[in-house]
């Protein structure tokens, strides 16, 4: 594994060779522009700063087809103590990690004695699914949000995972049946330090499983807002193949699940412990299929542009007869959307998020659009309501609806409409 950065700044630094497999071979894609990290939310009222912002460039290398940002940035400013997202806030991660770790269970034959551990797991929804099949859990996670797992009586270690962490904790608690990375794989640096720890975690046969985000699912629904900085690498299943197999780990499984607007999900293990499912190859054909990579970037590169124009002319439209529009929803990828798209709060009055979210009170990222409870949507009714979770739509305008909102919703992406 090649080191993929050269000298820069002391909080970030380009890329300049392939974070898997360290090829020179890589072709800017798309650029969204200088993005601030989407996760560091100023409190309303503040003094306006000086606030950092970094190039949100998507770079593909020609030699193992991974897709990448050209920029790493330093976790520690993307990942604060302090960090406002928590998992168990989601309903559909509750039913997707529970979903998983039935599957798991089917699938290893896993018992009672089979200790689950969890890279990134945040407030301990997906160790908490484990634990209410009975077995051993066990969570590593470096943000505050490792106090609510405590409390829920979840172990969890406060820190980064890296293979050191990894010698420790296993010293602690004993190597995973399974260890698990749901949407924190492709967030990680040293790629190659983080597979090796978890390589201390399983011994000689246990299985490690991951959930991205899949880089098919956002070509083909244009889900540039997806890119940022916590987001290094976008993986298909052949890119990620190739960095687990470079590591001795074969890819016996995989499926396309439905969180953030589109996973994969993969099952790895040592070489020859396990036996590879038709999913595999499968998947396989059918990324093939679609043609060289590099071809489907440039088009998605024309895709974003087009969609960037479309929703700003339906918001002057909208905003020229003097309507209101209420973002719904505070999620990350809303902050690429707004800051690549312009939108301020001349065009966004305010962003609702529900009840209890650590995220109200606070400005959009980059903006100075306040993010209020969702009670303002009911109480104001503004004219429109822009999604920012578009990609679970069809489930949140009923929701919406039926909560008392009688406006009219603007879905962004991928084709930007009203509803």
């Known amino acids: 594994m090649t080191d993929a950065l050269t000298a820069g700044t002391q909080s970030s630094q380009p890329v300049t060779h392939c974070q898997v497999c360290g090829s020179t071979d890589l072709e800017s894609q798309l650029f969204l522009g200088y993005l601030p990290p989407v996760n560091t939310m100023h409190p309303i009222g503040s003094v306006l700063s000086e606030q950092p912002a970094y190039p949100a460039e998507l770079m593909h290398c020609g030699n193992c087809d991974l897709t990448q940002l050209g920029l790493i940035v330093d976790p520690e400013i993307l990942f604060p103590p302090d960090y406002p997202y928590t998992s168990g806030t989601t309903k559909i991660l509750h039913e997707n990690f529970a979903e998983m770790a039935a599957e798991a269970t089917e699938i290893l034959g896993l018992t009672s004695d089979d200790l689950i551990v969890d890279i990134g797991s945040n407030d301990g929804t997906l160790l908490s699914k484990y634990k209410d099949l009975g077995y051993p859990v066990h969570g590593i996670e470096p943000t505050d949000a490792y106090k609510l797992a405590v409390a829920a009586d979840i172990p ?43 390589l201390e975690f399983i011994g000689d046969d246990g299985v490690f499983i991951s959930e991205s985000h899949y880089l098919i699912s956002l070509l083909e ?20 193949s190739y960095l687990l197999e470079s590591k001795g780990l074969e890819v016996f499984h995989a499926k396309r699940i439905p ?83 312009g939108l301020d709060d001349q065009i966004i009055d305010s962003i609702v998020e529900i009840k209890g979210s650590k995220k109200i009170g606070k400005y959009l990222p980059g903006t100075l659009i306040p993010v209020d409870d969702e009670a303002r949507l009911f109480d104001e009714q503004p004219e429109y309501a822009l999604l920012l979770a578009w990609h679970i739509a069809d489930d949140l305008i009923p929701k919406l609806k039926q909560f008392g909102y009688n406006g009219k919703f603007i879905v962004p992406l991928p084709t930007p409409r009203i509803v």
């Open 259 to 341: 969180t953030h607007g589109g996973s994969i999900r993969v099952y790895a293990a040592r070489k020859g412990t396990q036996t590879v499912r038709p999913s595999v190859a499968e998947m396989l054909a059918a990324e093939d299929a679609r043609g060289p990579m590099r071809d489907q970037l440039a088009t998605f590169r024309g895709q974003v542009v087009n969609s960037k124009l479309e929703l700003n002319k339906l918001l002057a439209d909208v905003k020229r007869d003097g309507s209101r529009v209420f973002g719904v929803s505070a999620p990350s990828r809303g902050s690429t959307l707004f800051n690549y798209c």
């Open 221 to 240: 629904t244009l889900q540039y807002d997806t890119v940022y900085h916590e987001h290094l690498r976008y993986y298909s299943l052949r890119s990620i």
């Open 156 to 198: 969890t270690t406060n820190d980064f995972f890296t293979a050191d962490v990894a010698k420790r904790v296993v010293s602690e608690v004993g190597n995973a049946s399974v260890i698990t990375a749901c949407n924190c794989f492709a967030h990680i640096e040293n790629v190659g330090n983080i597979i090796d720890g978890i």
